[in-house]
């Protein structure tokens, strides 16, 4: 794979955008769904142009220079379709991705990101055990265990980290409840559970998906918690700041997420979509080539 760093000066920049403009959003799959709702009920009057790159999910396994390019390569296509903010709904990426992205684009195309929900568990939590189920990369990226650092050592709470590449292709591939899936959370989070943790931080946007899964299997012995809505919160704020709130009613006829996808699978993913985007919000998904 060519090496896609960030070029200074910015090349062919795009002009500032409108409040009228779409908020991009990306996830290396469809799992990233889970934030493009939250700032879609959060956010009534915005429309979101959604990137999920299944060409390449998942991202977890594989090497931190690899996720940097292929989050660059996304986030420059959102760019493109003259997005207003690009949030980038996946942990892995976050994790490594930020800063140049950051840097690169400047203040008139702002980057949200996200960061597993592990300080409102570790202020929360009464057994001072949490849990965080993530990929790996997310474990090593700086963002997580700068969280660890400042909350959850000074605060004496331990915090389990579980690690599993099976979950994000059964999500993939709408098999939440299969008995394979259910098996595989009760083996890797049942440990946890014996280890005393109240909180389970979902470090994955795919994750929330799987919600009726581990309660199925564990019932109210651990609390759930995701980034999700915090998203939508600081999604709304960055607007507000940058005066791109879109704050009419459409009537553009659009759907409010339009999906586009990287792996030539849109008619396969279909179904799938269908399940996990509730009825109130329209949509629609495509088939993009990526150059």
């Given at each position: 794979?060519?090496?896609?760093?960030?070029?200074?000066?910015?090349?062919?920049?795009?002009?500032?955008?409108?409040s009228d403009a779409p908020i991009g959003i990306f996830d290396s799959g469809i799992g990233g769904l889970s934030v493009a709702q939250e700032i879609a009920h959060y956010l009534?009057?915005?429309?979101?142009?959604?990137?999920?790159?299944?060409?390449?999910?998942?991202?977890?396994?594989?090497?931190?220079?690899?996720?940097?390019?292929?989050?660059?390569?996304?986030?420059?296509?959102?760019?493109?379709?003259?997005?207003?903010?690009?949030?980038?709904?996946?942990?892995?990426?976050?994790?490594?991705?930020?800063?140049?992205?950051?840097?690169?684009?400047?203040?008139?195309f702002p980057i949200i990101g996200l960061v597993p929900a592990l300080k409102p568990a570790v202020l929360q939590s009464q057994s001072k055990t949490v849990a965080v189920l993530?990929?790996?990369?997310?474990?090593?990226?700086?963002?997580?265990?700068?969280?660890v650092q400042r909350f959850a050592i000074p605060s004496q709470v331990n915090v389990l980290a579980v690690t599993c590449l099976d979950l994000v292709p059964f999500v993939e591939?709408?098999?939440?409840?299969?008995?394979?899936?259910?098996?595989?959370?009760?083996?890797?989070?049942?440990?946890?559970?014996?280890?005393?943790?109240?909180?389970?931080?979902?470090?994955?946007?795919?994750?929330?998906?799987?919600?009726?899964?581990?309660?199925?299997?564990?019932?109210?012995?651990?609390?759930?918690?995701?980034?999700?809505?915090?998203?939508?919160?600081?999604?709304?704020?960055?607007?507000?700041?940058?005066?791109?709130?879109?704050?009419?009613?459409?009537?553009?006829?659009?759907?409010?997420?339009?999906?586009?996808?990287?792996?030539?699978?849109?008619?396969?993913?279909?179904?799938?979509?269908?399940?996990?985007?509730?009825?109130?919000?329209?949509?629609?998904?495509?088939?993009?080539?990526?150059?």
């Amino acid at each position: 794979m060519t090496a896609i760093h960030p070029i200074y000066p910015l090349v062919d920049p795009m002009p500032k955008a409108q409040s009228d403009a779409p908020i991009g959003i990306f996830d290396s799959g469809i799992g990233g769904l889970s934030v493009a709702q939250e700032i879609a009920h959060y956010l009534p009057n915005e429309r979101i142009v959604y990137f999920a790159d299944t060409a390449n999910v998942p991202y977890g396994p594989r090497e931190d220079q690899e996720i940097r390019e292929l989050t660059a390569r996304a986030i420059e296509w959102l760019y493109r379709q003259g997005c207003k903010v690009a949030v980038v709904a996946c942990n892995t990426a976050s994790a490594f991705s930020l800063d140049y992205l950051r840097e690169h684009y400047g203040e008139n195309f702002p980057i949200i990101g996200l960061v597993p929900a592990l300080k409102p568990a570790v202020l929360q939590s009464q057994s001072k055990t949490v849990a965080v189920l993530a990929t790996p990369a997310t474990f090593r990226g700086k963002l997580i265990n700068e969280v660890v650092q400042r909350f959850a050592i000074p605060s004496q709470v331990n915090v389990l980290a579980v690690t599993c590449l099976d979950l994000v292709p059964f999500v993939e591939s709408g098999q939440q409840m299969s008995t394979a899936c259910l098996d595989t959370l009760k083996r890797i989070l049942q440990p946890v559970v014996d280890q005393g943790a109240d909180y389970l931080v979902l470090g994955c946007t795919h994750y929330p998906f799987l919600k009726p899964a581990i309660e199925s299997i564990f019932g109210q012995k651990m609390t759930l918690i995701d980034s999700g809505y915090a998203v939508a919160r600081q999604t709304s704020r960055i607007l507000l700041k940058n005066e791109l709130l879109f704050e009419q009613r459409r009537k553009d006829g659009l759907p409010r997420i339009a999906c586009y996808v990287s792996g030539n699978n849109a008619k396969h993913l279909e179904s799938i979509v269908q399940h996990l985007i509730p009825p109130d919000l329209s949509w629609s998904i495509a088939n993009i080539v990526m150059k």
